[in-house]
């Protein structure tokens, strides 16, 4: 759809790959385009930070063969064909020991499994690949889901301990499209023709990435405006959406979309319905503590390694260093030891210290040769609101993207109803919400007079 001759001046707030994407596919429109992002740099989720001597993702990302939106994506920025894909291993540590699980035979040897709970596990997965009705999924809790199909043995060794790994105690909340969503993309990765987890990335990790799209956004005339936290969002009488801004500065816009969590949404427009505001205050967020490792020497092979002991105070380690070159990290080995809470979780209350004393003393448990000095850097990520929580039938419940204010919309990873949050997916959200919302809300404005822009 060419909507250059119908050109308005687009207000997004919010600076992750949710608000690139748009502001980037906006502009391809013919559309002028303003970036407010309250961090000092773009990328959100995606961004990247200093660990010691070395820059690399502030969270772990890797990309799969069957990640369509983001390899496009990817192709226009001129970095897919520098990527580099690495088939990568699984690994699994239960009843206090590690197990690889990187493919069949693996799997049949695995010992705290029964025959019939492998069989059962198996089949509850493939089972899963081949569900199409995914919103029938929403109707039922998915631990009663999996108790069902994978039996009460299975569930308690190995689904039980994943979910609470993943959702804390809030997967009692959760519905089953939850692990329908989880296993279909596992599958999607395993379509290639290969059979095997192809994992990609970007030389130079989403440091490179942002940087490259940040100048692209740039040379096509976007305006990227960072450490400019958005206070307000209020339409006017003659039609404008004024965006008040730090220190009482104001910009007005023709049309504003929102890519800030559902809760904040709801606190910056004070003009919602209350409708609108019940449903985007419903929504419950996991949030992230995530420590950065960089180590001497490698942990294990794997690049990631489930658990299911719950005495570890970590979701999982991510073995960076597996697929990523440890040249790009000056010959080091980078880990990601991911612990995902609920708001209430008394491990927000953890220090920096106390955290990196117990994950550090559950390493020297699982692996018998780390030894704590080969710690060489540990930095934590602290983030409230990462995922929104899939509970029972919560498509019905999602607010709408256009809003009850006119020329405002909510574009945000609250969107995601049948997938797993992701940058693919993340940039699926945004690219369907602008064919299916934005662009058409100019078509439906065309004959009508134009809004005139300013700024300040």
């Known amino acids: 759809m060419d909507t250059s001759d119908q050109q308005c001046h687009w207000g997004i707030v919010g600076g992750g790959m949710m608000g690139l994407t748009l502001a980037h596919r906006l502009s391809q429109q013919g559309q002028r ?30 990309t799969l063969l069957s990640d369509l939106r983001l390899r496009k994506l990817l192709s226009e920025l001129e970095l897919e064909q520098t990527m580099q894909w690495v088939e990568t291993k699984t690994g699994f540590f239960t009843d206090g020991k590690l197990y690889s699980m990187s493919n069949t035979l693996e799997f049949l040897k695995f010992p705290p499994l029964t025959l019939v709970e492998k069989f059962r596990l198996g089949a509850t997965i493939f089972g899963a690949s081949k569900i199409k009705n995914w919103k ?38 959760v519905s089953a499209a939850f692990i329908w969503a989880t296993i279909a993309r596992m599958y999607r990765a ?184 080969d710690v060489l850097a540990f930095r934590v990520s602290r983030v409230r609101r990462v995922m929104a929580l899939p509970t029972l039938r919560y498509s019905e419940h999602l607010p709408s993207i256009p809003t009850s204010i006119p020329n405002v919309f909510a574009v945000n990873s609250a969107q995601i109803v049948k997938g797993t949050l992701n940058v693919n997916e993340v940039i699926e959200i945004a690219e369907d919400a602008l064919t299916d919302h934005l662009l058409p809300s100019l078509a439906a404005s065309s004959s009508q007079p134009q809004l005139a822009t300013s700024t300040p």
């Not at 992002?37 to 890797?62: C, F, M, Q």
């Not at 631990?143 to 993943?166: E, H, N």
């Not at 992230?288 to 990631?304: D, E, F, N, T, W």
């Open 33 to 62: 385009v303003t970036v407010m992002e309250a961090a000092p740099n773009v990328g959100g989720l995606a961004d990247a930070w200093k660990l010691g001597d070395v820059t690399w993702d502030r969270h772990y990302h890797v």
């Open 136 to 173: 029938r999924l929403e109707q039922t809790f998915v631990a009663d889901w999996l108790r069902k199909w994978s039996g009460v043995g299975t569930f308690r060794k190995i689904w039980l301990p994943l979910l609470q790994a993943k959702l804390g105690q809030t997967y009692r909340q």
């Open 190 to 373: 395993r379509q290639s023709g290969l059979k095997k987890e192809m994992f990609g990335y970007v030389p130079g990790g989403y440091a490179k990435v942002l940087e490259t799209f940040a100048a692209r956004l740039e040379s096509d005339g976007v305006q990227l405006l960072t450490s400019h936290p958005v206070q307000q969002v209020f339409r006017e009488d003659e039609g404008q959406v004024r965006v008040d801004g730090p220190h009482g500065e104001s910009r007005h816009f023709d049309r504003v979309v929102l890519t800030t969590p559902s809760p904040l949404v709801s606190h910056i427009c004070p003009q919602l319905s209350e409708r609108d505001r019940e449903r985007h205050e419903r929504i419950e967020y996991l949030g992230i503590l995530c420590a950065s490792v960089v180590l001497k020497r490698p942990l294990a092979k794997y690049y990631v390694t489930n658990i299911t002991d719950d005495w570890v105070p970590f979701t999982a380690v991510i073995e960076m260093t597996t697929l990523v070159d440890p040249a790009e990290l000056g010959g080091h080995h980078l880990i990601y030891l991911p612990r995902y809470v609920a708001q209430d979780d008394p491990a927000w209350q953890w220090s920096d210290e106390q955290l990196e004393e117990k994950f550090v003393a559950a390493l020297e448990r699982m692996y018998p040769e780390f030894d704590r000095d």
